[in-house]
């Protein structure tokens, strides 16, 4: 075991849970009605996001609920806005069973419009902004939604799909018939869907994962009201992207619960984050792995601890850095989740034990896996779940209290469950993440299983990247693989490449033909130049093998790198580059 593995490695102990508990005396209110919270509601009670916030609106209209750069929205300002938006959606046949569409940056608006879309009813489908061409028209297609709200920045991509109508964001109260809360609002039940999240799958093409209100009212209650606890005077901050969970489920939650603020970021920056942290007065603010370690990898600055920050939440936090990262910032308490768009559960970290993504309260289990498959091993027809300390595959089990909302696709959502795991006719969610059981039902994640990696707090679809690769008239066959860059989390891409008979590599050519394939965090770091792809039954361990040999100085074969526009000849300071921040690719 190294080093970085002994870190990761700490059980939670009863020492751990004791030291804890006198620390939440002060939540204890805010816990309790957590608590009551995840107990009490079922899929089939008339509540939802929209009726939460149009009661908080009603509640404290004065009260900030959204500041963006120099701009500030109350709660009573929000919900006029939203509801004139729902009244153009319900105009252009919008309600109860629809979908629309939102592509658009991070700004108040985005946020808006996702409001007016679920208080109609409709599920909102938010589309990755990253994405271009045939990856966004399949996103597009899946969706089938009756109007799409577009951000003028991403008009010209859409241009290049079929869409259904388009509503300009910028304009989009100005047909507006009514300002009033829809009458709809309050009559949905829980098990209404709400959102539909892009998450890569192993078929090379994105899936919409279903957000029901009751799973996002259930992080509301558990993440937010459980772990993050803030109070009505609170901001949090999120610079992460709209469309992802940790801003639209996470961060939204958690100020909801609370009826505190939302302060908006544009965008990630490492040199002016605590600039916007401090400006926007917050008090909290939501993370992923990678901005941590770009947060420590920039030089000392007195207004790094001029922040009021006093609790931050998301996931990915490495324990190597998780110290480091407390005692340079002066962070009080870290809110670690773990959790995915698609999981029927999450864990957080209530109790603010370190290098944990903490506990569940819901049926989930860590079973022993086949390392070549990664699927769920069995012994005769049952699985087997590791010991504590042991490292296993997390499977969450789906229940009335805990169902799984699946993709659009019903064959890719039967794919990921268990059956007859335990016992018969038992079902579980199959996480394809591999966590380390750490005693007192605490868990923290490992590893990603499967053809996708994670990088940049995305995951990246193998088969995706292939694809765009193989596009390239040089090329005869691809492989591609995460693979490990010490100082950074998850894994980078690199693709082993074989070309065709007389071509050579142009890094140059290369590295703009999937520039303008792929979001920038899909794009192989490295590129490795080989002589023959295997395409026998061993070709998974072939691809294991190449994996593992990764960018070490063993491989003999013409290696190249990314430097953000081209690629260019490997050099050894290339890593080191990579987890200091200065290749931004």
Request: charged share 25%; net charge neutral.
């Amino acid at each position: 075991m190294d080093a970085t593995e002994q870190v990761g490695a700490r059980k939670v102990t009863f020492i751990d849970v004791l030291r804890a508990l006198p620390k939440l005396a002060p939540d204890g209110l805010r816990m309790a009605r957590g608590a009551v919270g995840l107990v009490t509601l079922k899929p089939t009670n008339k509540e939802s996001i929209g009726h939460i916030f149009q009661r908080a609106a009603a509640k404290h209209p004065q009260r900030p609920f959204i500041r963006f750069e120099d701009t500030e929205l109350t709660y009573g300002e929000a919900n006029s806005l939203v509801n004139r938006y729902a009244s153009v959606y319900a105009a252009n046949g919008v309600g109860p069973g629809k979908t629309i569409a939102v592509m658009a940056g991070n700004r108040p608006e985005t946020l808006l419009a996702a409001l007016a879309g679920v208080k109609l009813g409709a599920a909102v489908g938010m589309i990755n902004t990253n994405q271009r061409g045939d990856v966004l028209d399949h996103s597009v297609r899946l969706l089938d939604a009756t109007v799409l709200v577009a951000g003028r920045d991403y008009r010209d991509a859409l241009d290049e799909v079929d869409t259904p109508k388009v509503l300009d964001l910028d304009t989009l109260a100005d047909g507006a018939t009514s300002d009033a809360d829809p009458e709809v609002t309050a009559t949905l039940p829980a098990s209404t869907t709400a959102f539909y999240i892009f998450t890569s799958g192993t078929t090379g093409l994105p899936k919409a994962s279903a957000m029901s209100h009751f799973r996002w009212l259930k992080s509301m209650s558990g993440i937010g009201g459980l772990g993050v606890r803030l109070r009505s005077d609170d901001t949090l901050y999120c610079c992460l992207p709209l469309y992802h969970n940790n801003a639209l489920t996470v961060s939204l939650s958690s100020v909801l619960s609370a009826g505190a603020t939302i302060a908006i970021g544009r965008s990630f920056s490492a040199s002016r984050f605590w600039d916007d942290v401090v400006r926007t007065r917050s008090t909290a603010f939501c993370y992923i792995g990678e901005l941590c370690r770009y947060l420590l990898n920039q030089p000392p600055r007195p207004i790094e601890r001029q922040h009021q920050v006093r609790v931050v939440v998301g996931n990915g936090l490495r324990p190597e850095i998780w110290a480091e990262f407390t005692e340079r910032f002066g962070i009080d308490r870290i809110a670690e989740f773990y959790g995915a768009s698609e999981c029927n559960l999450a864990f957080i970290n209530a109790l603010n034990i370190d290098r944990t993504a903490g506990t569940c309260p819901l049926p989930f289990a860590v079973v022993e896996y086949d390392a070549d498959t990664g699927k769920p091993l069995r012994h005769g027809d049952r699985l087997r779940k590791v010991k504590a300390g042991e490292v296993g595959l997390l499977l969450t089990k789906v229940t009335n209290r805990a169902p799984f909302d699946g993709y659009t696709d019903a064959d890719a959502s039967e794919r990921k469950l268990v059956r007859d795991a335990f016992k018969a006719d038992d079902c579980w969610f199959d996480t394809g993440d591999l966590v380390r059981m750490q005693g007192f039902k605490h868990v923290a994640f490992v590893d990603r299983l499967g053809d996708t990696f994670r990088w940049k707090g995305e995951n990246v679809a193998t088969t995706e990247v292939e694809g765009a690769i193989g596009e390239h008239p040089d090329v005869e066959q691809a492989v591609v693989y995460g693979v490990s860059v010490a100082g950074t989390d998850g894994k980078a891409g690199m693709a082993a490449v074989k070309l065709r008979d007389g071509a050579g590599f142009d890094g140059k050519v290369m590295g703009k033909h999937l520039a303008d394939r792929l979001p920038s965090y899909a794009v192989p770091l490295f590129v490795r130049v080989i002589d023959a792809v295997e395409q026998t039954s061993t070709f998974k361990s072939r691809k294991v093998d190449l994996r593992d040999e990764g960018y070490a100085a063993s491989v003999t074969d013409p290696l190249f790198v990314f430097t953000g526009g081209e690629y260019v000849g490997w050099y050894p300071d290339y890593p080191a580059e990579v987890a200091g921040g200065k290749i931004r690719a």
